[in-house]
């Protein structure tokens, strides 16, 4: 290879190393801040029965905590990240023969999402329509049961991988603030990992844990 034949191809390779950091800059510049709370509501309940006492448990029925950025790809095409928390809690008290017991459940799930969200321009008007979608990686935490204020232990479930789909309709609050009122359908499910509790009854029930939701949430989107 000649000199000149070099010297074009350290040119190429300089400008393209230029131009790479410009895209690299631009996109850092245009990364934006996500945080967003939702309510899920669960598709199913799953029935758990200890002694003579069956109640019904909505596993997915939760609230959650979401923090993440948005990286802008090609048109109005945005990449987006989040890692939130989600908590369950609930209570149940029933009346059978003259006789009151109370039952409760509290369940967490730590979670990645990775996925992709397109704008769609309503008119002239500052708002748009969003469709997103994309993976979840599920970090569940510990089941906790109890009975009549009765520790029945800790059930275990392994990690999982779902996916969501959702849309929304966004609007700028301000030109450095986006507010998204959205709906989504998560799966989730998870199979036992361990148990640790002294009833038989328990882990025949919740050996397959049901978390597929729908749910609502507001979502804030800040321009750096």
Known sequence: MSLIENDKSMKKLLLAFILSGSICEASFSQVKLITSFSRSFALSDQ???????????????????????????IGNLEARTTAGYYLHFGASRTISNGNSSTSSESF????????????????????????????????????????DDTELGKLSYDNSTGFYLG????????????????????????????????????????????????ELGLTAIFSL
């Not at 397109?118 to 049961?145: C, H, M, S, W, Y």
């Open 47 to 73: 029935t758990v029965t200890v002694g003579n006492v069956t109640t019904n448990v909505s596993f997915a029925s939760m609230v959650g905590l979401n923090v993440g950025v948005a990286v802008p790809l």
């Open 108 to 147: 967490n799930i730590k979670r990645l999402s990775l996925g992709l969200a397109q704008r769609i321009k309503l008119g002239e008007k500052k708002t748009n329509l969003q469709l997103n979608g994309g993976f979840d990686f599920n970090f569940p935490g510990a089941l906790n049961v109890k009975f």
């Open 167 to 214: 849309t929304g309709i966004g609007f700028m609050a301000s030109d450095k603030v986006e507010l998204v009122f959205g709906l989504a359908y998560r799966d989730a499910a998870f199979d036992i990992a361990s148990e640790n509790h002294n009833s038989s009854n328990l882990s025949n029930d919740l050996i397959d844990l049901n978390a597929d939701n729908i």
